[in-house]
């Protein structure tokens, strides 16, 4: 009787490591980020944070029923070296024409570039993964492309409802 029910109730008892895909829609406003670098010749690792008090409510992203994002910044960025504001900065957004969580993959597909009159560089995509998805917390990691092949730079970025 108690080897039936070890077997009955396990499987029950087995945390899915995959996250719920509907828990991401929302807007959710940006809480933390972490730049981390690597040196890959001398493997030196620097890592930059910024807390809450860095951004505002315009550093968000919105996830919408209908599989579209948007992802919001207030004007500034950040660097290792710190946090910067654009010339004239004003509120941006990005948007992505579909959006689909996949296992702890966040794929955001994005839409075609105009690179010239009447033409485009295609649409494309952006992987992510979703260290946590919960729903209070958001955390997404990614890698910065970079044309450099000593270092290799990658995002941390924590969001909140």
């Not at 899915?16 to 929302?26: F, H, Q």
């Amino acid at each position: 009787m108690i080897i039936c029910t070890v077997i009955i109730c396990w499987p029950g008892c087995k945390k899915d490591s995959n996250p719920n895909p509907a828990l991401i829609v929302g807007t959710w406003y940006e809480s933390k980020l972490t730049l981390s670098q690597i040196n890959t010749v001398t493997l030196n690792r620097t890592d930059t944070t910024f807390g809450s008090s860095e951004f505002t409510r315009g550093d968000y992203f919105h996830f919408s029923a209908a599989d579209t994002a948007s992802v919001w910044e207030d004007g500034s960025y950040f660097t290792l070296k710190g946090k910067f504001y654009y010339t004239y900065p004003v509120e941006q957004g990005f948007f992505y024409r579909s959006y689909k969580v996949q296992g702890s993959s966040l794929i955001l597909e994005t839409y075609p570039f105009p690179t010239c009159m009447n033409c485009s560089s295609g649409g494309g995509s952006d992987t992510v993964k979703i260290l946590q998805l919960d729903p209070h917390n958001l955390v997404l990691q990614g890698n910065v492309p970079d044309t450099s092949t000593t270092y290799k730079v990658t995002t941390t970025t924590y969001y909140n409802r």
